[in-house]
Structures are given as structure tokens and as C-alpha cells.
């Protein structure tokens, strides 16, 4: 997260819209979101839609490699895939086993709260590269670009966060919860440029996914559909330098929230930069909300937007309702 002193603001809008994107975040009177069901909020939902987003364009057979910094995937720390080869076809698939842990304060001084996530992954990706264009070094996988300028890949995941919400002033608990996500990835990944010092990617992917959130208090879990909007595919682009985070933006792209009977959510993106530090607050850009009253409307029935700041993220809808988002932290 960045320091307070250098705070960027970033509006992410929908359709321009004039009247909300100066509004102060956390005004006190401001009512909340309407709920999507009885139990969890839009802001509930647009959260875990666009942690999807999110792990979509930091999955494993997108990043680089901690032993180089010029070859294609990089771990968290201390994690290694299990890579083999398969020399009938040049292929290469990557099995991932990981398991973390991370908090961070969210909100103003006088409402700052804590909030711990522990997640478990396990993911397997096959990649299909030109023969030989991949290899295995010591269980990672390298990408060799003399000999390819694009691959193909499809990934297979499951994902568990279980989460503590507290209030930090006096540790009173707030919220906890359990998410659980399984989906599958497609991805191309095609090579933009290449020097000495810095590698340049652009990765076209589509998702599907199943999540289910549930509260730790309720007996009835919330499940929803969230997939890539056909015909808009996830565009992303990766920068690394040597010695340097990477930049990943998320050029353009959609992402579908839905249940059965119940409401839908769309998010578009447009430029979304994510920041060249240890996370992945944005730094600039927009997102596109649009919240319906079920899953077969065609017409919004209302527009959102959200307002990041160095002390978190607002939801707010275009008839100015507004709710926190306590998002998923990542590393780039």
C-alpha cells in the first residue's frame, strides 16, 4: 500500500459520470448499496468479481521467473511448481500447490480496520508452445523467445480465503468469512518486445470460475457464475525490467457476475494500471459497473463506481449510495 503522503486517488467510472466522480468516500448518511440478496451486499459481489479479475492476470503461466528476470513466470517466495516436459509435443505443464497469509489495514483513522486473508491454491497449466520454446529448470518452467513469439495455455485452478475483518482500535470483530473459486483459464500470450533489460508480453484471456462466499454467521452460502463476457476477452499487458516490480495492465476487457434468478454485476475495464509496488492498488484508469436486477435484464438498473484511495476502496452507486470494499491484496 502507498504512504499517506503520496496518496493517488482513482476513480473508476461508468459512463462518465460527471456527478460522482469527485465524491469524498466515506461521507457519514450515505446509505448502502441495496443487497443483492438478504445476506450479501453489491459490494460483496463486485469484491470477489474483481479478485477474479485479478487472479486471472497474475495466474502462474502469466509471470516471470524468480530465478530470471527476463524468462516468463515468477512465484510467490518460496514456492516451486512441479514442471515436466513432453517431448512428443513440445509441451509443458505446470502443477502449483501454494498456500498464504496477509493483512492490512483498510479504511480512515477513525474506523481503520484489520483484515487477515489465508488462502490455499492449487492450479495445473499446460502449455503449448512451438517444440522446444519451453523447457523446465529446476522445476520452473522458461520461456526460450528466440524460438517462438507466441504460446497458448489452459489452466485449471481452485482457490480457499478465509478471512477476519476486526476493528483495529479495539481488535472488536467485525466480519469473518470463507470463499471458495474453481474455474478454467484460456490464455494466448504473444511477445510485444524484448532487450537486454526489458521483456514486454500481451496475454488475450477468458474465464470461468464458481465462487461461493459464505459468512461465517450464515447457514446459507451465496454461489455466483463469473466468466469473461464473450466477445470481450481479459487483454493484458506484462513489463518487467531487470532488477524492477513488474507493471501489469489491464488494457480491456469484462468480467460477469450471475446466479441463477438472482442479480448480475458487469465490470469493463479500460487501462486499469497496477501498481509498480508490493501491491496491486491501481494507480490509474477506469472500470465500467453495471448492476441488474437479474440475470436476464438487458438494461442496467443502476451504474457504479469506485473510488480507490490509499486508505481503500468505495463503492459508489450513481444514485449515491455507498459501501467499503475490503479487496484481495496481491504482489506483483
Not at 488462502?119 to 503449448?128: M, P, Y
Not at 488475450?204 to 446459507?220: G, L
Request: aromatic residues 4%; proline residues 4%.
Amino acid at each position: 500500500m502507498k504512504k499517506r503522503g503520496s496518496y493517488v486517488s482513482l476513480v473508476l467510472c461508468l459512463f462518465a459520470i460527471e456527478s460522482g466522480c469527485g465524491i469524498d468516500v466515506g461521507n457519514a448518511g450515505k446509505p448502502a448499496p441495496t443487497a443483492v440478496n438478504p445476506t450479501y451486499s453489491l459490494a460483496d459481489i463486485v469484491s470477489a468479481q474483481h479478485s477474479e479479475t485479478i487472479d486471472a492476470s497474475l495466474a502462474i503461466s502469466d509471470q516471470d521467473s524468480a530465478k530470471s528476470a527476463m524468462a516468463l513466470f515468477a512465484l510467490q517466495a518460496g514456492t516451486v511448481p512441479n514442471c515436466t516436459e513432453d517431448a512428443s509435443d513440445g509441451s509443458v505443464t505446470i502443477k502449483r500447490d501454494e498456500s498464504t497469509e496477509n493483512s492490512r489495514e483498510l479504511g480512515k483513522p477513525a474506523k481503520r480496520r484489520l483484515l487477515t486473508d489465508t488462502f490455499q491454491w492449487t492450479s495445473t497449466a499446460q502449455v503449448k508452445p512451438s517444440a522446444g520454446a519451453i523447457v523446465c529448470q529446476e522445476g520452473r518452467p522458461k520461456v526460450q523467445w528466440s524460438q517462438t513469439k507466441t504460446y497458448t495455455s489452459t489452466l485449471s485452478y481452485s482457490k480457499t480465503r478465509s478471512r477476519q475483518l476486526i476493528l483495529k482500535k479495539d481488535a472488536s470483530p467485525l466480519a469473518s468469512s470463507n470463499l471458495s473459486a474453481s474455474g478454467d483459464q484460456k490464455e494466448t500470450v504473444t511477445l510485444l518486445s524484448q532487450n537486454d533489460q526489458t521483456i514486454e508480453l500481451e496475454k488475450i484471456i477468458t474465464r470461468s470460475s464458481s465462487v461461493t462466499i459464505k459468512r461465517t454467521s450464515d447457514t446459507t452460502p451465496f454461489q455466483q457464475n463469473v466468466s469473461s463476457l464473450e466477445g470481450e476477452p481479459l487483454v493484458i499487458h506484462v513489463s518487467r525490467t531487470k532488477g524492477i516490480k513488474r507493471s501489469v495492465t489491464i488494457v480491456s476487457g469484462a468480467i460477469v457476475a450471475s446466479s441463477s434468478g438472482a442479480a448480475k454485476t458487469l465490470l469493463r475495464y479500460d487501462h486499469l494500471i497496477l501498481g509498480n509496488g508490493a501491491s496491486c492498488q491501481p494507480s490509474s484508469g477506469s472500470i465500467a459497473g453495471e448492476y441488474y436486477d437479474d440475470d436476464h435484464s438487458l438494461v442496467p438498473s443502476k451504474t457504479f463506481q469506485i473510488i480507490f484511495t490509499v486508505e481503500g476502496a468505495t463503492l459508489v452507486t450513481s444514485d449515491g449510495q455507498e459501501e467499503e470494499l475490503d479487496l484481495e491484496d496481491c504482489s506483483l
